[in-house]
């Protein structure tokens, strides 16, 4: 099922990442981490069904559609990853913990166990690392002359999780910089029928957050994720509508960053 270094993706796979309104002119960089549920053709389908993989733990559900439409209605250059969060996950530290998950939310994965460390880098180097240096790259040109620029990356959530039902319709995940997730807490909050989470249902605090932490902290760039209910954004219809309803919150928020 595995291929050698550097062989993982073959003729006919998608590429590692997508790039949308890359000449974007807002200050902001919108990143969807969990983008796809595609596999590689090498791997077949990891030994889970094709149902399973369209489930919460393959992608997030909704997250691509909804981080199109803001980024057309911001005017801001979007990277999405290419494949599925089951094959390497694009938030998490290569070789850590939850990177290449054996079992996802109670589902055993039998394509990802007992993997060598020469599978593990392949996939990295096919599938995780392109899309961080596309990431790089597009920050490198954004703040060149000192230009002010934020980062968003877009998420979305399951609804229940271990038996719990979820009530928050968006979050707000961040670290110890206030100046992006501060003012976009109180936007969101200005609506008084959202039930908005500050680093729920999740946290950017955990040890495993890696987008975050790689590239916006470095850079000292205002960051945060935000995070919608996959319940709500469940067809591309429904995404591009709370897109929408989302986006004069996140305009003013970096707005307000970066004064």
């Known amino acids: 099922m595995q291929q050698l270094l550097g062989q993982l993706l073959v003729p006919g796979d998608p590429p590692p990442f997508s790039l949308f309104n890359e000449k974007g002119k807002a200050p902001l960089l919108l990143l969807c981490d969990h ?49 599925s969060r089951l094959v390497i996950d ?21 394509g990802n166990r007992g993997l060598t460390k020469e599978q593990i880098d392949a996939r990295a180097e096919a599938c995780f ?3 961080h240096h596309e990431v790089d790259r597009l920050l490198d040109r954004m703040t060149a002359g000192g230009r002010p620029v934020a980062m968003l990356v877009m998420h979305s959530f399951t609804p229940e999780m271990n038996g719990f039902q979820r009530p928050w319709h968006v979050g707000v995940l961040w670290n110890d910089d206030p100046r992006l997730p501060e003012p976009m807490l109180g936007e969101l909050q200005r609506d008084s029928s959202l039930v908005v989470g500050d680093n729920e249902p999740y946290s950017a605090r955990a040890s495993y957050e890696y987008t975050l932490t790689a590239h ?14 996959q319940d709500l954004i469940g067809t591309s219809n ?10 004069p919150a996140i305009r003013a928020a970096v707005a307000a960053a970066l004064t």
């Open 35 to 83: 983008a796809s549920k595609t596999v590689p053709k090498a791997l077949g389908n990891l030994g889970i069904s094709e149902d399973e993989l369209a489930r919460h733990i393959g992608w997030d559900i909704g997250g691509l559609d909804a981080a199109i439409e803001l980024a057309s209605a911001l005017d801001a250059p979007l990277v999405a990853s290419g494949y």
């Open 90 to 110: 694009c938030n998490r530290w290569p070789g850590g913990e939850g990177s290449i998950p054996e079992i996802s939310d109670g589902v055993h994965v039998p």
């Open 238 to 247: 429904e995404a591009r509508v709370w897109a929408r309803r989302l986006a």
């Open 129 to 131: 690392w392109p899309y």
């Open 216 to 229: 916006a902290r470095p850079r000292g760039l205002p960051h945060c994720s935000l995070e919608v209910r």
